[in-house]
């Protein structure tokens, strides 16, 4: 088998492209448990974005191109989960491949704001932390879905399991997902592994409160962007 992989022809797609260059837009992903408010916030920061005339795309894990979106949902209804978290996490990492090749990227060096609900700690937290993939594993799959497409900023929405499950358990919509439908204490595990993820890098990551109402939090994640984000791009010189 190997002889005969070997005698063929290389392929443009296995050889190895040079690293994208500097990403010109920013890249900002939410994290953190079920009913914790990221897709609240991703649509209130690309909101106010938006109003100050900046090129937004929001966008969601699993998901987000076309090719992902029907890995999705393979992923969610529960379709995956007898495979294993082995098999999910290349799951997962296909879905993120396809988007970030056909949506993040490009939007990026356009000069977007790429607003991601999800994306690399959501498996290094699921399929890592909690479901015990080795992470060589979950590194070696980073690095091919992935490659240098790392978020700028990452805003780990902090709350206890609990009040994420009521607040999920009240939104509106589908019945619980295969992740939501976990118990509390795959969830408390959830919650402890986002926090220590998020002191592990804190020049990406914040850990904010997501206690307060969505308003409160939308005024912390605002006020972080701005210092981290555009203050830093117009003392660069540039407008992001
Ligand atoms: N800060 C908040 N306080 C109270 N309820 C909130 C807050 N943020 C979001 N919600 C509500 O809680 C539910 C879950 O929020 P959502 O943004 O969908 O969470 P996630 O995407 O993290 O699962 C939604 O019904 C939403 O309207
Ligand atoms: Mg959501």
């Known amino acids: 088998m190997a002889l ?35 897709s609240t916030q991703v649509r209130r920061l690309g909101e106010k974005l938006r109003s100050l005339g900046f090129d937004v795309v929001m966008t969601r894990e699993p998901g987000g191109s076309p090719g992902a979106e029907a890995v999705r949902h393979v992923l969610l209804s529960g379709a995956a989960k007898p495979l294993g978290p082995v098999t999910e996490a290349m ?100 919650r402890d592994a986002f926090r220590e993820l998020a002191e592990r890098e804190p020049e990406r990551c914040v850990l904010v409160d997501a206690a307060a109402d969505a308003d409160g939090v939308a005024d912390t994640v605002w006020r972080l962007v701005e210092t981290r984000l555009l203050q830093e791009a117009a003392a660069r010189g540039g407008g992001g």
Do not use: W
Not at 101 to 112: D, H, K, N, W
Not at 137 to 145: H, Y
């Open 4 to 38: 005969t992989l070997r005698s063929r022809k290389p392929r443009a797609a296995a050889v190895p492209k040079p690293a994208a260059p500097a990403a010109r837009g920013r890249f900002i992903s939410f994290e953190g448990g079920e009913g914790a408010g990221k």
């Open 91 to 190: 799951l997962f990492a296909a879905a993120r491949a396809d988007h970030v090749g056909a949506t993040i990227r490009p939007a990026l060096e356009r000069g977007a704001f790429v607003i991601c609900d999800r994306f690399v700690d959501s498996t290094r937290v699921y399929q890592g932390a909690l479901g015990n993939v080795d992470p060589r594993l979950i590194r070696a799959l980073e690095r091919v879905a992935v490659g240098p497409t790392m978020p700028d900023l990452t805003i780990v929405l902090d709350l206890p399991a609990e009040e994420g499950l009521r607040r999920a358990s009240a939104r509106s919509g589908a019945g619980a997902d295969r992740f939501e439908s976990e118990d509390v204490t795959f969830h408390r595990h959830l």
